[in-house]
Antibody, heavy 116, light 110 residues
Framework: EVQLVESGGGLVKPGGSLRLSCAAS????????MIWVRQAPGKGLEWVAHIETKTNGGTTSYAAPVKGRFTISRDDSKNTLYLQMNSLDTEDTGVYHC???????WGQGTLVTVSS | QSALTQPASVSGSPGQSITISCTGT?????????VSWYQQHSDKAPKLMIY???KRPSGVSSRFSGSKSGNTASLTISGLQAEDEADYYC??????????FGTGTKVTVL
């Protein structure tokens, strides 16, 4: 059974940092490109970042609002995806989901609240 | 990258068919067949319903179908059931390893 479990969310002040993790199981993680998607309270889904497999170069890409502040990475030896978030703003508040491939499977999400 | 445009809400009676549109541009939906649809029940994780515009993952009811024409993708739900009441989002590849979601549509079963 495919499982994605996010962790690392919490309350942080504007300008602060957080690192989210996504533990994957039930599929060949190293062969799967991954994405982060967020959802602000009462709002729609927003694509945040993408990372390719190491075989395909491990390239990364970011949505314009987070480019330069967020970094997506992966550790295939630990079957874990990460999202390092710096210079956080209140607009970054929301539930952050990791997903495998084109959203074949999703985690339940972890809540990030940016507030003073 | 602007969000794809979806109607805010669509409703139908049990047994009816409804269609949700997803309008993008020639930079996303119009160029790539990498369009997916997701169902999200309240406070739950999204679920993949359609991928590559018209393909259905195993386990998804055949009542769900997808299509694409030009810059617009569509999701049709046939034989509407109470359990179909949820939010639905489209998502398209937009080139250079970027993606864009739709604005979301709330489906109400009357």
């Amino acid at each position: 059974e495919v499982q994605l479990v996010e962790s690392g969310g919490g309350l942080v002040k504007p300008g602060g940092s957080l690192r989210l993790s996504c533990a994957a199981s039930g599929f060949i993680f190293s062969n799967t490109w991954m994405i982060w998607v967020r959802q602000a309270p009462g709002k729609g889904l927003e694509w945040v970042a993408h990372i390719e497999t190491k075989t395909n170069g491990g390239t990364t890409s970011y949505a314009a609002p987070v480019k330069g502040r967020f970094t997506i990475s992966r550790d295939d030896s630990k079957n874990t995806l990460y999202l390092q978030m710096n210079s956080l703003d209140t607009e970054d508040t929301g539930v952050y989901h990791c997903a495998a491939g084109m959203g074949d499977s999703w985690g339940q999400g972890t809540l990030v609240t940016v507030s003073s | 990258q602007s969000a794809l445009t979806q109607p805010a809400s669509v409703s139908g009676s049990p047994g009816q068919s409804i269609t949700i549109s997803c309008t993008g541009t020639s930079s996303d939906v119009g160029t790539y067949n990498v369009v997916s649809w997701y169902q999200q029940h309240s406070d739950k994780a999204p679920k993949l319903m359609i991928y590559e515009a018209s393909k259905r993952p195993s386990g998804v009811s055949s009542r769900f179908s997808g299509s694409k024409s030009g810059n617009t993708a569509s999701l049709t739900i046939s034989g509407l059931q109470a359990e179909d009441e949820a939010d639905y989002y489209c998502c398209s590849y937009a080139g250079s390893s970027t993606f864009v979601f739709g604005t979301g549509t709330k489906v109400t079963v009357l």
